[in-house]
């Protein structure tokens, strides 16, 4: 953690951050240990004010009067389920359909034909959407398989889909998205793999019966153990470890390799790099392949 810690007490009690409740440079620096122990997320002292105003909507449902007496609660044993709360508080869960629209082109020319030949013949074939939040991008892989093998889901094809967030893992469970959620998304695949629901008075678009089948949702924490036994032919994990510090995201790159089959495909965020080049070497805008003889 690069976090800096003041030198003096009385600094250190000082508020880091002016409003409603007394947040000082312990507290936030309670919260940032807390949140990279949990999840890996390093925050810097310039996300100070961001802590703050998602966290003090917490402090007011829980009637707490002050930071402190938050980090007591958190860090306590009664505190386990709030301590999520605030990590799905402080998680940024920003996602769209088709994002970073290079990847999906690169899978559909690149990677699915081949996929696709496999499924028919009765081969497995996996994708893993590891921190896809409200489920846009596992869905827009499951749109592109479906543009390529329509009949993708009578075969072993399935998209596994995990966010350590469990608030987010229910809404891409459910599968309903907005009008303008649903903008990016090609009309010709909306209409003929989407359908419309109502999210309460309002007009939406639900995931069709085949999007579903293809796509199964988990929580799952990048930092703890991962219980899949096969492996995956593409990994998507994107805009998540640029939260990470670059140890914590050499480690990530480093297991995601033996998950990888043979030439499986590593898609990373736009403000990403995979730096093991000695495993992957790049095939295309932050997309990656496993080197032959790697596993
Ligand atoms: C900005 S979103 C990216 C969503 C999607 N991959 C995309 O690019 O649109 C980052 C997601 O990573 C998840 N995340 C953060 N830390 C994680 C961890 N340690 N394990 C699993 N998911 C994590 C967050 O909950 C959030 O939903």
Request: charged share 25%.
């Amino acid at each position: 953690m690069t976090t800096a810690v003041r030198s003096t007490a009385g600094e250190r009690q000082k508020a880091l951050v002016e409003g409603e409740f007394l947040f000082t440079n312990d507290d936030f620096l309670s919260i940032a240990r807390m949140l990279y122990d949990d999840a890996g997320i390093a925050l810097s002292e310039s996300k100070a004010s961001l802590v703050y105003s998602r966290l003090a909507k917490r402090l007011r449902a829980l009637g707490l009067e002050s930071f402190r007496d938050y980090c007591q609660f958190v860090g306590g044993s009664q505190g386990v389920s709030e301590r999520q709360n605030m990590l799905a508080a402080l998680t940024t869960n920003v996602t769209r359909y088709f994002r970073e629209p290079h990847h999906f082109e690169h899978l559909k020319t690149r990677v699915l034909p081949e996929l696709a030949a496999r499924a028919k013949a009765r081969g497995r074939v996996r994708i893993w959407s590891a921190g896809c939040s409200t489920g846009q991008e596992p869905y827009s892989i499951a749109l592109t398989m479906l543009e390529v093998l329509p009949d993708a889901a009578q075969y072993d094809v399935r998209i596994l889909a995990t966010d350590i967030d469990p608030n987010v893992v229910a809404t891409g469970r459910a599968g309903v998205y907005s009008n303008e959620a649903v903008q990016p998304v090609p009309a010709a695949l909306r209409d003929r793999w989407m359908v419309r629901v109502k999210d309460g008075a309002r007009d939406a678009w639900g995931t069709g019966e085949e999007m579903r089948r293809l796509v199964s949702f988990r929580e799952l924490n990048l930092m703890g153990n991962w219980p899949m036994k096969g492996r995956f032919d593409a990994i998507f994990c994107r805009n998540v470890v640029i939260y990470f510090d670059e140890p914590t995201q050499a480690r990530i790159w480093s297991r995601f390799a033996p998950l990888l089959t043979p030439g499986g495909r590593l898609y990373v965020g736009h403000s990403e790099r995979v730096t093991d080049m000695a495993k992957f070497e790049t095939d295309g805008l932050t997309t990656y392949r496993l080197k032959d003889g790697t596993s």
